[in-house]
């Protein structure tokens, strides 16, 4: 048999038709696709070119993506500063600031999660780099990961995030919010307890009976018994989201230093 021409085999691949199989002699390799022959023809110096190009570019959107989720923890951190001052400097403010609190930490939670969801495409493409290609010409390893090139080259074609709403939620519940989210129920806790918060000339210290607390934390007409009930139960789902929900932990399987 004769053999085939190697020009009418790769006109076949590059037009996307499945060539016969007495085409290609058995035990001989598939004809390389487009793609593969615009690889080759790279040389290595270019190759290294471009990756390190692409390279210092990831890196640039990782680090702005970065910055969005600084700025938010920034805002709420500036919202818990700013309602401390405005409930507890004087016992005319409302605890229901307090309340209202919880709620816009809980809006830039939402908000600065669905940034980081962003942030970990990015920082999962420059950690491929890093871990598969620069760590490999540093400390090479035998059969490490050949593929992590195509991976990162399909993540280009179709981009998908990497982590659902409700784990990053979890993340930056853990990282950042659940710490605030304490400081204002002590703050709460301190302003429905303290006659000396709610009413100017009432005398120091804490309040008597349960039922003074209890008073102290009406709202309107919401009765305190369930605004009381209402804060528990959020934020015993507020714990349960970032310590009882399982993660996927992904990128952060690898090493220690995460954000």
Not at 61 to 78: V, Y
Not at 135 to 147: E, H, K, R, Y
Request: proline share 6%; aromatic share 10%.
């Amino acid at each position: 048999m004769a053999t085939p021409d190697i020009v009418t085999i790769q006109e076949t691949a590059t037009s996307g038709a499945v060539p016969p199989e007495t085409a290609r002699p058995t035990g001989q390799p598939p004809p390389p696709q487009v793609s593969d022959k615009f690889a080759r023809g790279l040389t290595s110096s270019e190759l290294a070119t471009t990756l390190s190009h692409f390279h210092r570019a990831e890196i640039a959107r990782m680090a702005g993506w970065r910055d969005r989720l600084d700025r938010t923890s920034n805002w709420a951190i500036t919202v818990v500063a700013a309602m401390l001052s405005v409930s507890l400097s004087t016992a005319n403010a409302h605890h229901g600031v307090l309340l209202f609190a919880m709620l816009l930490i809980t809006l830039l939670l939402w908000i600065e999660a669905r940034r980081y969801r962003f942030f970990d495409v990015y920082r999962a493409r420059v950690r491929q780099f890093e871990r598969y290609y620069f760590a490999q010409i540093f400390s090479p390893q035998p059969d490490f990961a050949s593929n992590w090139l195509s991976i990162v080259g399909e993540s280009l074609r179709a981009p998908r995030f990497l982590i659902s709403q409700r784990a990053s939620l979890a993340r930056r519940l853990r990282r950042n919010y659940i710490f605030m989210y304490l400081i204002l129920l002590l703050a709460w806790v301190l302003k429905i307890t303290t006659p000396a918060l709610q009413k100017e000339g009432s005398s120091t210290g804490i309040a008597g009976s349960l039922h003074d607390a209890l008073t102290g934390a009406a709202l309107g007409p919401v009765p305190g018994a369930a605004v009381l009930v209402v804060v528990v139960l959020f934020y015993a789902g507020l714990f349960a989201a970032a310590y009882l929900i399982p993660d996927n932990d992904g990128e952060l399987s690898h090493g220690d230093v995460h954000v």
